[in-house]
Structures are given as structure tokens and as C-alpha cells.
């Protein structure tokens, strides 16, 4: 009987007034959309990058830095400039690296790419793909003349 | 001042509870007390109403993406990428003999456009997952309100439901497409199981409150550069909790609308390595779960009660960080459906 009387009071014309007819419920609706929307935007875009940051291969053979162009990456195609020292901290020459973009949280990658070396230690790719923001890693298997492949994982967040 | 998060978060809730009770309290007065069959299931699709035996029903959607959610829920505008989904998805419903209990599917067929960065667009095109639920009501609600004098009023109705969803669509794995423009499906085999009460307030107004629980299957993934004996993995999504909450009105047998709001979480991704240790434990991967909140809109029209009916909805992910975290493309979608239903029993 209450819920009958709180629903049925909303359509009792009060005496003196105006019978409420259709009030803006739309555009009450609209309201809340609205304030959806003004939260609409961009989020302040902290990129905590280091590009010189080192990072060791699993076996210790090398350490990898990293530049990359944009930063923070974009969905799309980017460039990756990669520079590599050895366990003397000696540029690292003549290496083949295989650079895989994968995104774990979603267990697939893009098309996976050569770098190309164009100095002493310095490898570039400008073909870099990635297909959705959101966290990847760039997995990279770096094979020297007559050493076993050693492996890198950088992590990037894409936006 | 800039305002905050919470600024934004304190006035979309205000305004969102302002706009329910608004709904709730300055309806139309014409309602009417006949319940309306479909109303109830206007946003369950391909789903038979309450007062059907079976239906067909086709929605076609579209999705614009707005926006993206990084791990730590913040939004992010696609500046970098424009995201377009169109589905055609195809729905029948059906009671069984003993009728409180119906089987119901759909098949979703997508046209999906990506563009990304400079490059030109791509657009890919399939099937994508196909469903089928098996739906028992358990109790039924008298459609007629609450009544405090009457404990039978206050009886919702109840819907269990168990179902399964097939990997039928394109899964990333076989994608040839760079942009992945062609990935309709998840690749994995999805088993779920749910609880749905609806409670007619009124014989007008309906509140729905879902919960469902989805396990997901694992499927192989393929490392290019990892050493032969890591290389390959079971791959598994996290499994999906889908929650809803909806308002129903229900203005006469030709007009119903109503307002929901979805949150779906996922847990955390797992793989294993395949290739030397099939016994291999099972490692979740950081920072993989999801969180997404969805609201929705819509408006049910009879064309020709109670045969056909039209529904338009609308729905939102709100672009206010926290609402969802993890998810790569979220934004907002309009939707036509059209669903025949009949009164004849079929069995």
C-alpha cells in the first residue's frame, strides 16, 4: 500500500496548481549524460621514460636503452632507436635484432621487425606497430656472432 | 579552478540519481496497468518476454570509440586512432513445453573500421562468437506491484540461467589485418551461469538487478622470439562478472523505456608454457584486470502489439577516469532492434 501511495501521489494535481503534465524527465537524463561528457578528456600524460636507461638481457650479455619517437608511443607506427652495449660497456656491433610488439594482458602481438644497425651499438626500426593502447612489450632476442640468442623486454604504455 | 575527479564523479552520480528518481516519480500519468510482455526483456536480447512463447529478433548497432582506460583507470582520448563498430546481431528465443523455461541465442556478425596514426583506415569484416542460454524463471512476480497487505506481491520474478558462448568469430590469432580490423572473436569457449530478479514496483515500474559469472577457456599463443621451450603458451582471458542494475517503465502495452547501468570486471589474464612442461603452473599476468561501467538507455515501441515491437537504446561508457580501467577502446553506441514475437505456443 505505501509503494502504491508514493507512486499513485505523483500523479494528484495539488490544489492551486497547475497539474504537473510532463516535466523534463528527458532532460534530466540528458543532464546526467551531460556530466559524462564534461568529464570528457585527456588525462594529465606522465611519460616516466628514461631513454637512458639501461636494461639488462636476461643472461647479462648486453644492456639496452631506448628512444623512442613519439613518446609516449601512439597507436599506429612508430619509430625505435635501440642502443646497445656490452658487458664491457662496449657498443655492441654486428647483432641481429628481432624486435616482437606484444600485448600480454590480451596474449597477442603485431608484425614482428628487424632493427637495423646504422652506427656502432645503434639500431633502429621505424616501423614499430602497435594496433590498441594500453600496456605492451617490446620483446627483443639479440643474437651476436657465435653467442647464444640473449632476450630484453621493455615495457611501454601506448597510447 | 580545474575541477577534480571526484567533482566530476560527485556530479555525474547526482545528476544520474536525480534523473532515476525524476523517472521514477513524474511519470506519465496515462500508465497503464497491463504489463507490457516484451518490456521486461527489452534489454535481455533475444530473450522471449513474459507473456511470449518465442521470438526472432535483429538489432543493428553502432559503436564509436572515445576513449581509452590505462591500467591505473585513467582516460585517455583517442587522438591517434579512430574506432567504428557496426553488428548485425541475430537473436531467436523459444519455450519449452513446460514454459517457464526458454532456450535463447544470437549470432553477431561485425564490420569493424580502425584507423591508426597516419595510416589509411582498414575495415574487417565476420561472424563473430555466437551464444546459446538455457533460461528457467523460478519464481513469477504477480506483475500487479507491492502490495504490503499481500506477501505474494512482493514475489520477483527470478531467472536462472546457464549458457555458453562458442569461439565462432576471428580470433587474433588467425588476424591478418595490422590494424586487427578483422578480430571478432575471443578465440576461447566461455561458459557462464547467472541470477536475474525483476520486481515490479508498480504494474508500471520494474527494477532488474543481474549477476552472471563467466569462466573462460584458454587458447594457444605463439612467441616469436622466446627461447624454443618457452615459445608456446595456454593463453586464458580472465573470467567476466557481469552485473546490471535497470529501471523499467512500462506507460502503456505500446511504450516501455528504461535506464541500466552494466559494470563487467574481468580477472586476471593466466598463461602457462606449453611446449616442455605441459604441467606447467598457470602465472597471471600484472595488471591485467578490467573494470568497465556502461550506461544505457532505451525506449520499446509496439508497432503492432504484440507482434513487433522496436527498440532504440543508447549506451555510454563515461569518460571519467575510474569508471573503467584497462580497457583499450570504450565510447558510445546507438542501437535499433526489431523483435517478432507470438503468443502461439510452439510445443
Excluded at chain 1, 84 to 89: N, S
Excluded at chain 2, 61 to 83: C, I
Excluded at chain 2, 239 to 249: D, E, M, R, S
Amino acid at each position: 500500500m505505501a509503494s502504491r501511495l508514493f507512486f499513485s501521489l505523483r500523479t494528484q494535481p495539488v490544489p492551486g496548481r497547475a497539474a504537473p503534465g510532463h516535466p523534463p524527465v528527458w532532460a534530466l537524463i540528458a543532464c546526467a549524460w551531460m556530466a559524462t561528457l564534461l568529464g570528457c578528456g585527456d588525462s594529465d600524460v606522465v611519460d616516466n621514460w628514461d631513454p637512458r636507461a639501461l636494461y639488462l638481457s636476461d643472461d647479462s650479455q648486453y644492456q639496452v636503452s631506448a628512444v623512442r619517437n613519439p613518446s609516449p608511443p601512439q597507436t599506429g607506427t612508430n619509430a625505435l632507436e635501440l642502443t646497445v652495449v656490452d658487458i664491457t660497456e662496449q657498443p655492441a656491433t654486428g647483432l641481429s635484432i628481432r624486435i616482437e610488439p606484444w600485448m600480454p594482458a590480451h596474449g597477442h602481438g603485431t608484425t614482428v621487425l628487424d632493427a637495423k644497425e646504422v652506427g656502432p651499438g645503434q639500431y633502429v626500426t621505424e616501423k614499430l606497430y602497435f594496433n590498441m593502447p594500453g600496456r605492451w612489450e617490446i620483446r627483443l632476442r639479440i643474437e651476436g656472432p657465435g653467442v647464444e640468442a640473449d632476450r630484453v623486454v621493455l615495457d611501454f604504455d601506448v597510447r | 579552478m580545474k575541477p577534480t575527479v571526484s567533482t566530476y564523479q560527485t556530479r555525474f552520480a547526482n545528476c544520474t540519481v536525480i534523473a532515476l528518481l525524476a523517472g521514477a516519480i513524474f511519470a506519465p500519468p496515462q500508465a497503464a496497468s497491463q504489463s507490457c510482455c516484451s518490456a521486461t526483456a527489452a534489454n535481455d536480447f533475444g530473450v522471449v518476454g513474459r507473456c511470449n512463447y518465442a521470438m526472432v529478433a535483429g538489432e543493428l548497432r553502432y559503436l564509436h570509440g572515445l576513449s581509452s582506460f590505462d591500467t591505473r583507470g585513467k582516460v585517455h582520448s583517442l587522438k591517434h586512432a579512430t574506432y567504428g563498430d557496426a553488428t548485425l546481431r541475430l537473436g531467436a528465443g523459444l519455450r519449452m513445453p513446460y514454459s517457464d523455461i526458454q532456450i535463447h541465442g544470437q549470432l553477431p556478425m561485425n564490420v569493424q573500421y580502425r584507423q591508426l596514426g597516419s595510416q589509411s583506415g582498414h575495415v574487417g569484416a565476420g561472424v563473430g562468437d555466437a551464444a546459446l542460454a538455457l533460461r528457467w524463471t523460478v519464481i513469477n512476480d504477480t506483475t500487479d506491484g507491492i502490495d504490503t497487505a499481500d506477501t505474494k506481491s512482493w514475489k520477483p520474478f527470478v531467472d536462472l540461467f546457464v549458457g555458453a558462448k562458442a569461439p565462432t568469430g576471428h580470433t587474433p590469432d588467425d588476424s591478418v589485418d595490422i590494424t586487427s580490423a578483422d578480430v571478432t572473436g575471443n578465440g576461447v569457449w566461455e561458459w557462464s551461469a547467472g541470477l536475474k530478479l525483476s520486481k515490479y514496483l508498480t504494474g508500471n515500474h520494474v527494477l532488474q538487478l543481474m549477476g552472471q559469472y563467466a569462466l573462460r577457456g584458454a587458447r594457444d599463443i605463439a612467441y616469436a622470439n622466446d627461447a624454443p621451450d618457452d615459445s608456446l603458451a595456454e593463453f586464458t582471458p580472465g573470467n567476466l562478472i557481469t552485473t546490471q542494475l535497470a529501471w523499467v517503465q512500462i506507460d502503456s502495452i505500446f511504450w516501455s523505456w528504461g535506464v541500466s547501468a552494466n559494470l563487467q570486471l574481468t580477472t586476471e589474464v593466466r598463461q602457462k608454457t606449453r611446449s616442455t612442461t605441459p604441467s606447467s603452473p598457470w602465472q597471471k599476468i600484472d595488471d591485467s584486470q578490467t573494470r568497465r561501467l556502461r550506461l544505457a538507455a532505451f525506449v520499446t515501441h509496439a508497432l503492432r502489439y504484440p507482434e513487433l515491437d522496436i527498440t532504440i537504446s543508447l549506451s555510454l561508457d563515461p569518460p571519467i577516469n575510474g569508471f573503467a580501467t584497462n580497457i583499450p577502446f570504450t565510447g558510445a553506441s546507438l542501437g535499433v532492434k526489431l523483435a517478432y514475437n507470438t503468443l502461439d505456443k510452439v510445443f
